[in-house]
């Protein structure tokens, strides 16, 4: 089964947090997870150069924004419905 997680703040902060990061800490322990029982998983996120993946992580941009703009969210939106073509399910995390 192939599987996408995509949370809120993927343009604020990396997956997994390298520091405060609530939701993404969620995100990342549930890729794990369903990587242990073995699905294929995916996140949409943006990724931190200390940390090595064990699930595939699609980045969104190179490094965090802290102000986005509407720009960056529709940059997000067209990754996520291209992203998302071929996947069985798709876990949607938001605050």
Do not use: C
């Amino acid at each position: 089964m192939k599987i996408s997680i995509l949370h809120a703040s993927h343009i604020l902060n990396p997956t997994p947090p390298s520091g405060y990061g609530g939701i993404e800490l969620v995100v990342d322990t549930l890729a794990r997870y369903q990587l242990k029982e073995g699905l294929n998983v995916k996140v949409l996120g943006i990724t931190n150069p200390t940390n090595v993946y064990e699930y595939e992580i699609i980045p969104t941009f190179k490094e965090p924004v802290k102000k986005p703009l509407t720009w960056h969210k529709i940059k997000y939106m067209v990754k996520l419905l291209k992203e998302s073509v071929n996947v069985d399910t798709v876990h949607l995390h938001v605050q």
